[in-house]
């Protein structure tokens, strides 16, 4: 029983002597490490500087916390700003591209919609304000499609006193040559147009383009104008005196109202009246009527024979040979038909020319003596 309580005490000493060698292992390891990070916070061996206590290490860490601190908030600081900068670029694009799809629809919208009706006084206004601008860019720069375009804008102006002067004129003259003379008088005047005059082109385009179509029909007319003037002269007096009167005039009234004698009369109706000329390919009637009758076709030609003639001369001729021998008829068709004379018969039928005569002679007395038995 004593050494059982022997060995307990025994192993209660060893207990309690390794728990103090614990504790005090433990003292010695924390000694160690705060004379370790002593060693770190002092200056490097060989300095001169005294060793700093634990006052000196709490403020070089609390000094190094505070720079960490500062950074950290540096660091927060700039990715902030980062980030707004970018939301803010990311809003301006957006925007940006919303104001441009919003023009887009509204100049898209504005193409497919319809065009504000204009009256017709806006629309000629428009127009004119256009074809001002046309001509002082024109007269400016002297461009030849500019000129192509006044030309168009004019034509149907050319067109207009081509077909009034054509309701004059006869009706083998086409309105298209009265267009092409005309044409050239425009382009004229478009030339010739002076802008600080402060007139209106159509007023002196008129007159240029009516003497341009004259000039030509006068260049195609073998008449002289002096003769074409004395005659209007004369038809215009009588038909006034006619208007006034109601009948037909005569020399004497006529000479009166020219204030000439009668031999002047007379010399003026010779000079006004020359031969005139007229188209074959003039129509009858009046119609545009292709199946009217050109004069052409109703001419007589003084050199083809009558076809009502020629039937007559045939059954005439059928009648007086129809007696006669094959050889008499040959001598009679040779000699009144062809014209031969009675040799040139003789040598196609191998006769002599008295021969020839003497059958002539035979035959003329036969037929002679037949037409007068049909006579009586």
């Known amino acids: ?4 309580a022997t060995r307990k005490q025994k192993k209660t000493k060893s207990t309690s002597t390794g728990t103090k060698s614990k504790a005090a292992s433990s003292k010695k390891a924390t000694r160690t490490t705060k004379q370790s990070a002593t060693t770190k916070s002092a200056p490097k061996s060989g300095s001169k500087s005294k060793p700093a206590g634990k006052s000196t290490t709490k403020t070089t860490a609390s000094k190094t916390t505070a720079k960490a601190t ?4 540096g660091t927060t600081t700039a990715r902030t700003e980062a980030a707004t900068k970018t939301t803010r670029a990311k809003k301006t694009a957006a925007a940006t591209s919303a104001a441009a799809s919003k023009s887009a629809e509204a100049s898209q919208a504005k193409a497919t919609a319809k065009p504000e009706k204009l009256t017709p006084a806006e629309r000629k206004r428009q127009e004119q304000e256009r074809i001002d601008q046309i001509w002082k860019t024109f007269k400016r720069t002297g461009d030849e499609n500019l000129r192509n375009i006044l030309v168009e804008y004019h034509y149907p102006l050319v067109r207009y006193i ?3 002067l054509l309701q004059t004129l006869p009706k083998s003259i086409d309105v298209d040559d009265l267009i092409s003379a005309g044409t050239f008088g425009l382009l004229d005047a478009i030339r010739g147009f002076d802008l600080k005059r402060g007139i209106k082109f159509k007023t002196y385009c008129s007159t240029r383009i009516r003497g341009s179509i004259l000039d030509e029909l006068r260049s195609q007319d073998w008449v002289p ?40 009369l007379a010399n003026l109706k010779v000079e006004a009246s020359p031969k005139t000329m007229f188209s074959l390919s003039e129509k009858l009637d009046e119609s545009d009527d292709d199946r009217d009758m050109e004069k052409v076709e109703i001419i007589e030609d003084k050199k083809g024979c009558d076809p009502l003639q020629s039937l007559h001369q045939q059954d005439v001729l059928d009648l007086i040979t129809s007696n006669l021998t094959k050889k008499e008829r040959l001598i009679v068709i040779m000699y009144y038909y062809e014209g031969l004379t009675m040799r040139e018969i003789g040598d196609i039928m191998s006769l002599t020319e008295s021969r020839v005569c003497q059958i002539h002679s035979n035959v003329m007395g036969r037929l002679k003596t037949q037409l007068d038995a049909i006579a009586q």
């Open 70 to 73: 500062k950074a950290a908030k």
């Open 162 to 164: 081509a077909e009034r």
């Open 1 to 4: 029983m004593t050494t059982t």
């Open 225 to 264: 104008r002096l003769v074409r003037l004395k005659a209007h002269k004369l038809d215009k007096a009588v038909s006034r005196l006619e208007a006034l009167h109601g009948r037909e005039v005569n020399d004497y009234e006529l000479a009166k109202d020219l204030e000439i004698t009668m031999d002047e």
